[in-house]
């Protein structure tokens, strides 16, 4: 048995209980090849709640310090986290970007689900902020279809994203999957990017039913 599996068959029943997670278009989701999952993120509970709803693994980028821990909590820490799909990348500084964009790659030629933030970071107020155009760039040099998903109430149950999630009702709404083909070749366009990046958003945005602000989250949070 695998981890993954180890976790849904003991945290799952668990979680379920406590936010009673409703998914809604999960046969959205090709059975088998390489996907991305491009959402809204609200808090930090996003990812955990993710690996529980759907069969198929998900794997996606996280902060390298989740997994650095020392003593027993770090350890433990890390195991979940890993277990759960999670791949550790230093985001800090200008490589940042482009080594969970090459991370992502990877994952994808494997065959495998890859879920991305667009916003590149929690939202600071529950907005959907402007994406980023990693999301055009992986799927255009993959050739994986974009399945939009949208997390809802996961801010009613952790707030701010800090501290012991509180139980409540969670929706995962998966939108109809996006192919950009059409587009084949253009990984380099950076009005492509934009175009392929806003038309995704604009899906996570239908499916969230969020405010649209066209700006970045990080500028967000700085200001």
């Given at each position: 048995?695998?981890?993954?599996?180890?976790?849904?068959?003991?945290?799952?029943?668990?979680?379920?209980?406590?936010?009673?997670?409703?998914?809604?278009?999960?046969?959205?989701?090709?059975?088998?090849?390489?996907?991305?999952?491009?959402?809204?993120?609200?808090?930090?509970?996003?990812?955990?709640?993710?690996?529980?709803?759907?069969?198929?693994?998900?794997?996606?980028?996280?902060?390298?310090?989740?997994?650095?821990?020392?003593?027993?909590?770090?350890?433990?820490?890390?195991?979940?986290?890993?277990?759960?799909?999670?791949?550790?990348?230093?985001?800090?500084?200008?490589?940042?970007?482009?080594?969970?964009?090459?991370?992502?790659?990877?994952?994808?030629?494997?065959?495998?689900?890859?879920?991305?933030?667009?916003?590149?970071?929690?939202?600071?107020?529950?907005?959907?902020?402007?994406?980023?155009?990693?999301?055009?760039?992986?799927?255009?040099?993959?050739?994986?279809?974009?399945?939009?998903f949208a997390m809802i109430g996961t801010?009613?149950?952790?707030?701010?994203?800090?501290?012991?999630?509180?139980?409540?009702?969670?929706?995962?709404?998966?939108?109809?999957?996006?192919?950009?083909?059409?587009?084949?070749?253009?990984?380099?366009?950076?009005?492509?990017?934009?175009?392929?990046?806003?038309?995704?958003?604009?899906?996570?945005?239908?499916?969230s039913g969020q405010e649209y602000v066209?700006?970045?989250?990080?500028?967000?949070?700085?200001?």
């Open positions: 048995m695998s981890r993954l599996a180890i976790i849904k068959a003991v945290l799952g029943p668990v979680m379920r209980l406590m936010f009673r997670p409703r998914v809604e278009g999960a046969e959205n989701i090709p059975g088998t090849g390489p996907v991305i999952l491009a959402g809204n993120h609200l808090t930090f509970i996003d990812s955990m709640i993710m690996p529980i709803c759907l069969d198929r693994p998900v794997y996606f980028i996280g902060k390298d310090e989740y997994v650095t821990g020392k003593g027993i909590k770090g350890r433990a820490m890390a195991w979940f986290f890993t277990s759960v799909g999670m791949i550790p990348v230093d985001r800090d500084g200008g490589r940042g970007g482009v080594a969970a964009l090459m991370t992502g790659r990877r994952v994808l030629e494997e065959g495998k689900i890859f879920s991305i933030y667009p916003e590149g970071t929690r939202s600071p107020d529950g907005r959907l902020y402007r994406g980023r155009t990693g999301i055009a760039r992986l799927t255009l040099m993959t050739g994986a279809p974009v399945v939009p801010d009613k149950i952790q707030p701010g994203g800090a501290g012991f999630p509180r139980p409540g009702k969670v929706t995962v709404r998966f939108g109809e999957a996006m192919e950009f083909s059409r587009y084949d070749g253009m990984d380099r366009d950076r009005y492509v990017l934009r175009a392929v990046t806003d038309s995704v958003m604009a899906e996570v945005m239908r499916l066209d700006m970045y989250a990080t500028k967000a949070k700085a200001a």
